[in-house]
């Protein structure tokens, strides 16, 4: 999978790329990332980018051109899957939608600064909109470090055990269960019995229960049919 990130503030992002399984994932070459900075395709010589909104209000606002200039140019290279504009004011990222981002060849993704991009820049080449959560971050850098995390470890072959992912949480609409290591007692406080049974078929069915009851308690909202993550709509 190649991903490239369109970004006002790259180096912001570079760090988590270099470690762990994002590493990983480039080194086996399962995936590639390409970092862009807005500024090298500004309008003017004193790398202009954005500039105050029509109709007043305070903030500036990413143009479309040096966007347009951007994504043209990685399009004339290649199509792509998805061009992912990270922002706010979006459907929330969730387990499915990493799922299926995990299963393509080439993303692009559009980070946000300041008050947005042009809309026109939305209607015209973005393909999906994720938020990450409920609250406002100073850009969408961060965000963006946030999905290829989520995805890149989906991708198959990055991670060790290709089972692990599958026993995360959400992945199949609970959270997971809890978990234990040695010593089996510490300051009076014992590991469940079960898990120490060596009664396999059991130790599941434990865990399922345990699934289910700390997802009602925790996150009832994933037991709801009608939880179904939302489409860009337009
Ligand atoms: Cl994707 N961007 C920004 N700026 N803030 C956010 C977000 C994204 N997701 C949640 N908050």
Excluded at 58 to 77: H, Y
Excluded at 129 to 151: Q, R
Excluded at 193 to 222: A, C, Y
Aim: proline share 6%; net charge negative; aromatic share 8%.
């Amino acid at each position: 999978m190649r991903i490239d990130i369109i970004s006002v503030a790259p180096e912001l992002i570079r760090s988590p790329f270099e470690h762990s399984i994002l590493k990983r994932a480039q080194t086996k070459g399962l995936a590639e990332i390409h970092f862009h900075n807005l500024r090298d395709y500004a309008v003017n010589s004193y790398g202009k980018i954005d500039d105050y909104q029509f109709g007043g209000g305070a903030g500036m606002v990413l143009m479309m051109e040096p966007i347009d200039k951007c994504i043209s140019q990685l399009m004339s290279d290649r199509s792509y899957d998805e061009i992912i504009y990270l922002t706010p004011d979006a459907p929330v990222l969730n387990q499915g939608i990493a799922n299926r981002l995990s299963g393509f060849e080439n993303l692009i993704l559009l980070t946000g600064h300041y008050k947005g991009v042009d809309q026109r820049v939305r209607d015209r080449f973005v393909t999906l909109e994720i938020s990450i959560g409920d609250y406002v971050l100073s850009g969408g850098e961060l965000a963006a470090a946030v999905l290829c995390d989520a995805v890149v470890r989906l991708i198959p072959g990055v991670l060790g055990d290709e089972t692990s992912a599958l026993s995360d949480s959400f992945q199949d609409g609970l959270l997971a269960p809890p978990v234990y290591t040695r010593p089996a007692e510490y300051d009076g406080m014992k590991v469940p019995e079960i898990l120490l049974s060596g009664n396999f078929p059991k130790i599941e069915e434990w865990r399922h229960e345990q699934s289910v009851k700390r997802t009602l308690n925790l996150r009832p909202d994933l037991l709801d049919e009608n939880a179904t993550p939302s489409k860009k709509d337009s």
